[in-house]
């Protein structure tokens, strides 16, 4: 892998052309050197194609019809090029130098499958400005992670059947495959949390955590996976990480003071 290995940033969008300025401000922000980004519009009716098509050159701009952000996000997989993959979803935002620290981690540890920095949760206050509403913690969320395309062969894609929860899928699949997961103590995800959130107001079963679980024991009882698998030195907990529970921790901290 090269200095600048070619990252590719995936990003599904349904209906969601207002976070788009500050989304793909937010990837030029990163002053990457060498990504691909590639915008796939899950049937959006908001006049996404004509924003993303008089975009920069390096987005590349895919339209599907409607079938949820798991089928999006492997569209994207399928027609990206770099050797590693990064996800940003289109209403969240990165710290500037995410991609570059966790390329360099990369870089450095050849034996890891991917990198994961902090994240915090963001809202919008009456003022119109963006607050911190949580302090930085570590969970499954894409966008803090960079990964190897590696992860992706070996593990599969995500489960389009899921309409929730597919990454925690895909993580849970990668522990018990032995990829390994190096944790960068910098924040990397600026998670924005807001009404329209595909997750709000969802309960664990809503979400399909419990049946991710099931899937999990089905495959443990078949033999298709060692209880702890022989290349990781962590537990599952301390690969999945925790959450933030209520998703606002009441601080009130500008995100951009």
């Given at each position: 892998?090269?200095?600048h ?5 995936i990003?599904?969008?349904?209906n ?7 989304w793909l ?13 590639v915008?796939?519009?899950?049937g959006?009716?908001d006049g ?18 409607n ?22 979803d289109i ?16 870089q ?7 990198a994961q920095?902090l994240?915090?949760?963001f ?16 969970f499954?969320?894409l ?33 018990e ?18 009404e ?13 955590v419990?049946?991710i679980?099931k ?11 060692k209880?702890?698998?022989?290349r990781l030195?962590?537990?599952?907990s301390?690969?999945i990480?925790?959450s ?11 995100v951009?003071?």
């Amino acid at each position: 892998m090269s200095a600048h290995s070619l990252i590719s940033v995936i990003a599904p969008a349904f209906n969601a052309t207002a976070f788009y300025d500050a989304w793909l401000g937010s990837i030029q922000c990163q002053r990457y050197p060498n990504l691909e980004v590639v915008l796939v519009d899950d049937g959006s009716t908001d006049g996404l194609r004509e924003r993303a098509q008089s975009g920069p050159s390096f987005l590349r701009y895919l339209r599907q019809e409607n079938r949820g952000p798991a089928a999006a996000r492997n569209a994207a997989i399928a027609a990206s090029t770099g050797d590693l993959i990064a996800f940003l979803d289109i209403d969240d935002l990165w710290e500037p130098g995410h991609l570059n620290r966790l390329a360099s981690a990369l870089q450095a540890e050849p034996d890891f499958h991917m990198a994961q920095g902090l994240i915090r949760n963001f809202l919008h206050g009456d003022d119109g400005r963006a607050y911190f509403c949580s302090l930085p913690y570590r969970f499954i969320n894409l966008g803090s992670f960079v990964f190897r395309r590696q992860v992706f062969d070996e593990c599969g894609v995500f489960e389009e059947g899921m309409r929730f929860a597919e990454d925690f899928d895909l993580i849970v699949r990668c522990w018990e495959r032995g990829m390994r997961k190096l944790d960068i103590d910098e924040l990397s995800l600026l998670y924005h949390r807001h009404e329209a959130n595909m997750t709000s107001g969802k309960s664990v079963i809503e979400m399909g955590v419990v049946a991710i679980y099931k899937r999990h024991l089905d495959r443990l009882r078949a033999g298709k996976v060692k209880p702890m698998p022989e290349r990781l030195e962590v537990g599952y907990s301390e690969y999945i990480g925790r959450s933030v529970w209520p998703f606002d921790e009441g601080i009130r901290e500008p995100v951009c003071p």
